[in-house]
């Protein structure tokens, strides 16, 4: 049987068999194919494939992928057929089906599928535009595809074949300009790589499904009087300000700008993320915001890609006004961090590092803006005000072979498991006496005492080690006030500028407490208050002093039933009026809390499953953004902002 040759100049030479010619450039001879029968290419010899003809033809020698066509790989100096099935049998690709092609009967490689008229090609699953795709995939050339088609590689002189996920040469006449060009291609398409076999079509590009913002987010001021949440969307990695458009509780009407995170370079179209699919830099987690003036606001948040903070500066519109990096580094930096603006319109906070770059010591440093409107890294000094050595770690303490009731200690430098007596390490008093940060009373050998615990290098379900964790800021005038909480000694801090250690108190502290988790810290006059959890017995607890240098006086907050209040707690002032918003973690509910004469009132501000709340107080009442978690029937999440007003509450 004669076979047709198409030419395609660069392009492999294409036959109607479906299989291509040798990228070289050279044909087979029409006498070169026996006469063979097959029902899978095992049935042929080395250097044949199965044709669609059911006739063994010439395989396409090949050195790397380029030289196949679409939907073909170089295998063994061959180009062999991919992702082959039988119609009906499921794909191992996500959003894959397996697609009969008409005419193909291509068998199954390396053995026969045994019956050609089942044989099919693992390709995206189709779409109707109309229809769409489930997220995360867009209906783009009908096919549901994940990002950009082609993972956005293709040059101006080429066209991407969706179904394939193949850049091929660009058909005469082929221009599209800012639009996608998409290869228009037949049944046997996957085995035709000729710019003859195939013509051009332009497309809109897909619209960005929309991410799922929200977490940790900050309410700053917004428009038409309504308040805007600056959050992490972790899907892109993004840093997003969402723009309320009404406040008719938690399914608030709203649209996303995102602030960074789009990849430089992005052809922009519109929709979300102005269209682009792509995934950008990982910034975003984690952000601190300081209010300006005229609804603008500056912001710290992380670049989980290089581990360093950013700062950037808004307009009320999103536009960014300024971008930066802070020099300061470490693991995690940034994890943990505030901003404050002092009364002169500069910058200052705090910023905490899990470990410095020699991996010995956790550091709390001290950030401040030389210039009222910083545009670089030199504009900024940073200084470390808590440096806590870091205990012993390993990748697996004692080679993971102590025991349920044993732990990893450091016995003369040595790694030994010893049974543990006692955990310690908060100051009490053990069968050792009394242990020290980070040590526990075991047992080695018949001796008892206090060591040092080996602690896995990294263990995702602790906090990290050192003091300065969940740091919160707030100024007034030229001062600046923070808290935050020191994991190894399980105690709530206040500090007041420059944050030396002449200028710290410890607020709250003692045996069976663990007070300081979720600190935030607020001004009331000359109030300092300051929300916070005390793990250890469960409670959600305000510590107010009358002023600066006072004593600080805590209080148990009414919770009702909340299983786990205290999470992501805040504190704001109405006036000289405390007000503590409190997750229930739960329940994933949001509440307010306010004192009144002699207590506390309470009042719901949302429910139905909200995580990272946050509040903003103004002349209409308290202002309450969270995450409103939620999912499709199909149990797709459906995560969101949400903003509600809370009227404040009274005493009951």
Same mark, same amino acid.
């Given at each position: 049987?004669?076979?047709?040759?198409?030419?395609?100049?660069?392009?492999?030479?294409?036959?109607?068999?479906?299989?291509?010619?040798?990228?070289?450039?050279?044909?087979?001879?029409?006498?070169?194919?026996?006469?063979?029968?097959?029902?899978?290419?095992?049935?042929?010899?080395?250097?044949?494939?199965?044709?669609?003809?059911?006739?063994?033809?010439?395989?396409?020698?090949?050195?790397?992928?380029?030289?196949?066509?679409?939907?073909?790989?170089?295998?063994?100096?061959?180009?062999?057929?991919?992702?082959?099935?039988?119609?009906?049998?499921?794909?191992?690709?996500?959003?894959?089906?397996?697609?009969?092609?008409?005419?193909?009967?291509?068998?199954?490689?390396?053995?026969?599928?045994?019956?050609?008229?089942?044989?099919?090609?693992?390709?995206?699953?189709?779409?109707?535009?109309?229809?769409?795709?489930?997220?995360?995939?867009?209906?783009?050339?009908?096919?549901?595809?994940?990002?950009?088609?082609?993972?956005?590689?293709?040059?101006?002189?080429?066209?991407?074949?969706?179904?394939?996920?193949?850049?091929?040469?660009?058909?005469?006449?082929?221009?599209?300009?800012?639009?996608?060009? %998409?290869?228009?291609?037949?049944?046997?398409?996957?085995?035709?790589?000729?710019?003859?076999?195939?013509?051009?079509?332009?497309?809109?590009?897909?619209?960005?499904?929309?991410?799922?913002?929200?977490? &940790?987010?900050?309410?700053?001021?917004?428009?038409?009087?309504?308040?805007?949440?600056?959050?992490?969307?972790?899907?892109?990695?993004?840093?997003?300000?969402?723009?309320?458009?009404?406040?008719?509780?938690?399914?608030?009407?709203?649209?996303?700008?995102?602030?960074?995170?789009?990849?430089?370079?992005?052809?922009?179209?519109?929709?979300?993320?102005?269209?682009?699919?792509?995934?950008?830099?990982?910034?975003?987690?984690?952000?601190?915001?300081?209010?300006?003036?005229?609804?603008?606001?500056?912001?710290?948040?992380?670049?989980?890609?290089?581990?360093?903070?950013?700062?950037?500066?808004?307009?009320?519109?999103?536009?960014?006004?300024?971008?930066?990096?802070?020099?300061?580094?470490?693991?995690?930096?940034?994890?943990?961090?505030?901003?404050?603006?002092?009364?002169?319109?500069?910058?200052?906070? %705090?910023?905490?590092?899990?470990?410095?770059?020699?991996?010995?010591?956790?550091?709390?440093?001290?950030?401040?803006?030389?210039?009222?409107?910083?545009?670089?890294?030199?504009?900024?000094?940073?200084?470390?005000?808590?440096?806590?050595?870091l205990p012993p770690r390993a990748e697996r303490p004692c080679a993971d072979a102590c025991g349920l009731?044993?732990?990893?200690?450091?016995?003369?430098?040595?790694?030994?498991?010893?049974?543990?007596?006692?955990?310690?390490?908060?100051?009490?008093?053990?069968?050792?006496?009394?242990?020290?940060?980070?040590?526990?009373?075991?047992?080695?050998?018949?001796?008892?005492?206090?060591?040092?615990?080996?602690?896995?290098?990294? &263990?995702?379900?602790?906090?990290?080690?050192?003091?300065?964790?969940?740091?919160?800021?707030?100024?007034?005038?030229?001062?600046?006030?923070?808290?935050?909480?020191?994991?190894?000694?399980?105690?709530?801090?206040?500090?007041?500028w420059p944050f030396s250690a002449a200028d710290r108190v410890v607020v709250d502290e003692g045996a069976?407490?663990?007070?300081?988790?979720?600190?935030?810290?607020?001004?009331?006059?000359?109030?300092?208050?300051?929300?916070?959890?005390?793990?250890?017995?469960?409670?959600?607890?305000?510590?107010?002093?009358?002023?600066?240098?006072a004593p600080f006086l805590s209080e148990d907050l009414p919770t009702g039933d909340a299983g786990s209040?205290?999470?992501?707690?805040?504190?704001?002032?109405?006036?000289?009026?405390?007000?503590?918003?409190?997750?229930?973690?739960?329940?994933?509910?949001?509440?307010?809390?306010?004192?009144?004469?002699?207590?506390?009132?309470?009042?719901?501000?949302?429910?139905?499953?909200?995580?990272?709340?946050?509040?903003?107080?103004?002349?209409?009442?308290?202002?309450?953004?969270?995450?409103? %978690?939620?999912?499709?029937?199909?149990?797709?999440?459906?995560?969101?902002?949400?903003?509600?007003?809370?009227?404040?509450?009274?005493?009951?």
């Open positions: 049987m004669r076979a047709l040759i198409t030419r395609v100049g660069r392009a492999a030479l294409v036959a109607l068999s479906g299989l291509a010619a040798p990228a070289s450039g050279g044909c087979a001879s029409e006498d070169a194919a026996p006469e063979r029968r097959c029902a899978g290419h095992a049935a042929c010899d080395d250097g044949f494939l199965c044709g669609d003809d059911g006739l063994c033809r010439p395989a396409v020698a090949c050195e790397r992928d380029e030289q196949c066509c679409p939907g073909a790989v170089c295998f063994s100096g061959w180009c062999r057929p991919t992702a082959e099935c039988v119609v009906g049998e499921s794909c191992p690709g996500l959003g894959e089906v397996c697609e009969a092609r008409p005419g193909l009967g291509i068998a199954g490689a390396p053995g026969a599928l045994g019956d050609t008229a089942n044989a099919g090609l693992c390709v995206p699953a189709p779409c109707d535009p109309l229809g769409g795709c489930a997220e995360p995939f867009s209906c783009v050339g009908g096919r549901c595809v994940i990002g950009s088609p082609c993972g956005g590689r293709c040059g101006p002189a080429e066209v991407c074949d969706v179904a394939s996920a193949r850049c091929l040469p660009a058909p005469p006449g082929c221009a599209c300009g800012e639009r996608l060009a %998409l290869a228009t291609v037949g049944a046997q398409s996957p085995f035709s790589c000729g710019v003859e076999t195939y013509g051009c079509a332009c497309v809109d590009r897909p619209a960005a499904p929309s991410g799922h913002a929200g977490v &940790d987010g900050r309410l700053v001021a917004g428009p038409a009087g309504l308040p805007a949440m600056v959050s992490y969307e972790p899907d892109y990695g993004d840093l997003v300000l969402s723009r309320f458009l009404d406040a008719e509780g938690r399914t608030a009407a709203r649209d996303d700008v995102v602030l960074d995170g789009v990849p430089l370079g992005a052809v922009a179209a519109a929709g979300y993320r102005g269209g682009v699919l792509d995934p950008g830099p990982d910034r975003g987690a984690r952000p601190a915001v300081a209010l300006g003036e005229g609804g603008g606001f500056d912001v710290l948040y992380r670049d989980l890609d290089r581990q360093r903070v950013m700062f950037s500066r808004f307009g009320p519109d999103g536009a960014r006004q300024a971008i930066g990096e802070l020099p300061i580094e470490g693991r995690e930096v940034g994890r943990y961090s505030c901003l404050a603006r002092r009364g002169d319109g500069r910058l200052a906070g %705090l910023v905490f590092v899990s470990a410095d770059p020699s991996d010995t010591v956790s550091l709390l440093v001290r950030v401040e803006a030389g210039v009222i409107d910083p545009v670089a890294a030199d504009q900024w000094s940073a200084t470390t005000v808590v440096e806590t050595p009731s044993e732990a990893c200690v450091l016995a003369g430098g040595v790694e030994r498991c010893a049974a543990v007596l006692d955990l310690g390490g908060l100051g009490q008093a053990s069968p050792c006496g009394t242990c020290g940060p980070r040590e526990i009373c075991a047992e080695l050998d018949g001796a008892r005492a206090c060591r040092a615990r080996v602690y896995r290098r990294y &263990d995702a379900d602790r906090l990290p080690f050192g003091e300065g964790l969940f740091a919160s800021c707030t100024a007034r005038g030229q001062e600046v006030y923070a808290a935050w909480y020191d994991a190894d000694r399980r105690r709530l801090v206040a500090a007041r069976g407490k663990d007070p300081g988790r979720f600190a935030s810290i607020a001004l009331g006059g000359a109030q300092v208050g300051i929300a916070h959890q005390d793990a250890a017995r469960g409670a959600l607890v305000f510590a107010e002093a009358s002023a600066w240098g209040p205290g999470l992501g707690a805040q504190a704001l002032y109405l006036g000289e009026r405390p007000v503590v918003v409190n997750l229930d973690g739960r329940h994933a509910e949001v509440e307010v809390l306010a004192r009144g004469t002699g207590c506390w009132g309470r009042r719901a501000a949302l429910g139905g499953g909200v995580s990272h709340p946050s509040a903003l107080a103004d002349a209409q009442g308290i202002w309450v953004g969270a995450r409103a %978690l939620a999912f499709s029937e199909a149990l797709e999440p459906r995560h969101a902002p949400a903003l509600v007003l809370v009227a404040p509450p009274a005493c009951p």
